[in-house]
């Protein structure tokens, strides 16, 4: 039976793929994409799906090769605001810079995806647009010093910051907001696996 290998040490990738049944087992990448940072000229699009690929291959060399009986899965988040990537903050100071930015007004989240399988490489880009109402710099500050903005792109977690109340809207799939589009992504599991959701692996 085919096995669904993410490239990822995300939890919230992992819960998304638990929660709609896919059995997988996680394999780090080994490469730390925080640091990188696209070109002026490089549309963010393109910029998140060559990053969800740089993952998935670098898991793939990781394991020895690509396994040809498995599929290999990968994703990246970026936060776009008036043009701007933003990709994961490295600092305290960069996270209060990034939610200063996003504070009252709307923003982009793409999601790109890479899968390899067969030999073969699939990539595609999954967007949904957010607007973020009053955060104010005291409750931003509190969380930046809570730090809970490690590892997010944009510094954020979509469902973490609706559960703590903040005013938030999105229109789009709200799991590419959180790591992974599942709308886009399951039928595409599902045609790849040849097995049904929640059956185990």
Do not use: C
């Not at 954020?156 to 559960?163: A, S």
């Not at 703590?164 to 790591?179: F, K, N, S």
């Amino acid at each position: 039976m085919t096995e669904l290998i993410l490239a990822s040490t995300s939890p919230r990738r992992r819960q998304l793929l638990t929660e709609h049944g896919y059995a997988h087992r996680a394999a780090p990448p080994g490469v730390d994409d925080a640091p990188l940072r696209a070109a002026p000229e490089t549309p963010p699009h393109q910029w998140t799906a060559a990053l969800a690929l740089l993952k998935a291959r670098a898991a793939a060399e990781r394991l020895g090769a690509e396994p040809m009986d498995a599929i290999i899965l990968a994703a990246d988040t970026i936060v776009v605001k008036n043009g701007i990537v933003l990709g994961q903050p490295m600092t305290d100071d960069d996270a209060l810079q990034t939610l200063q930015l996003l504070d009252n007004g709307s923003h982009d989240v793409m999601t790109g995806v890479a899968i390899l399988y067969s030999g073969q490489s699939m990539l595609f880009t999954d967007e949904a647009h957010v607007t973020v109402g009053v955060l104010g710099d005291e409750r931003i500050e509190r969380y930046v010093a809570s730090g809970g903005w490690r590892g997010k792109a944009g510094a954020y977690n979509l469902m973490e910051r609706l559960t703590d109340g903040w005013p938030i809207t999105y229109t789009g799939d709200p799991a590419t907001i959180m790591g992974l589009p599942m709308k886009r992504l399951a039928p595409i599991l599902d045609r790849l696996l040849k097995n049904p959701r929640g059956a185990k692996a």
